[in-house]
């Protein structure tokens, strides 16, 4: 069985530009998560989504949104990119989003904003 | 202050020894506990929850202890592929969000 995927895997983009991350969970599983991993660290939570609902959000500021499609699909819109922004997304998959469920995580997204 | 912490490393330590992780959590209504490994450049992946009965796993126990809000991992008979980050991890009351600590990196030598 494929396991969460996501797309692109490297992205560079320009200070004050938009960038769009993709998800695939992994079939079955209705809940996507995103985290955003900066180098040295450990990773950090944006959002949670289960049955297309925002179920949580962390820290971050409005530049950041993201939605969920009918299919469980994810999509992590930033707008506005700032240097600081560059780091490694992650999307994470579970069934149903409970609190004891395990997180399946996907290979990344780099993004590198000059 | 952190909400995870961990000692980041490195520990350096020969094939077959012991290595022991330690992480403290300061949220005291933190309900579950996972130690995820992080091979370099890749995704996390989870190496096993956390109870605090312990549990164990092969060459890996883990140990939860509420009362003093830590987590340790203990590895026996450390093997060249364990290298990589062990990242300590702890949820959040509400809703599923991990709350990681910065990771410990393990690196076993010959």
């Known amino acids: 069985d494929a396991g969460v995927t996501q797309s692109p895997t490297h992205l560079i983009k320009t200070r004050g530009q938009h960038v769009t991350l993709r998800c695939s969970p992994i079939s079955g599983h209705k809940s996507v998560s995103w985290y955003q991993q900066v180098l040295g660290q450990g990773p950090q939570f944006i959002f949670q989504y289960y049955e297309k609902e925002e179920r949580g959000r962390g820290n971050f500021p409005d530049r950041f949104s993201a939605r969920q499609f009918p299919n469980y699909s994810s999509e992590l819109n930033v707008n506005a990119l700032l240097l600081g922004d560059s780091a490694l997304y992650l999307c994470?998959?579970?069934?149903?989003?409970?609190?004891?469920?395990?997180?399946?995580f996907g290979p990344g997204t780099r993004l590198l904003v000059l | 202050r952190k909400e995870v912490e961990q000692d980041p490393g490195p520990f350096n330590v020969p094939e077959g020894a012991t290595v022991a992780f330690n992480c403290t959590y300061s949220?005291?209504?933190?309900?579950?506990f996972f130690w995820y490994r992080q091979d370099c450049r890749k995704e996390p992946k989870l190496l096993m929850s956390?109870?605090?009965s312990g549990n164990e796993d092969g060459r890996f126990t883990a140990q939860l202890n509420r009362a003093s809000q830590y987590i340790s991992l203990l590895i026996r008979d450390s093997k060249l592929s364990d290298s990589a980050t062990y990242l300590c991890v702890v949820t959040s009351t509400g809703f599923q969000k991990l709350v990681f600590g910065t990771g410990t990196r393990l690196l076993v030598s010959p």
């Open positions: 949220n005291s209504a933190s309900q579950s």
């Open positions: 956390v109870y605090s």
């Open positions: 994470a998959s579970s069934l149903a989003g409970g609190l004891g469920e395990t997180q399946y």
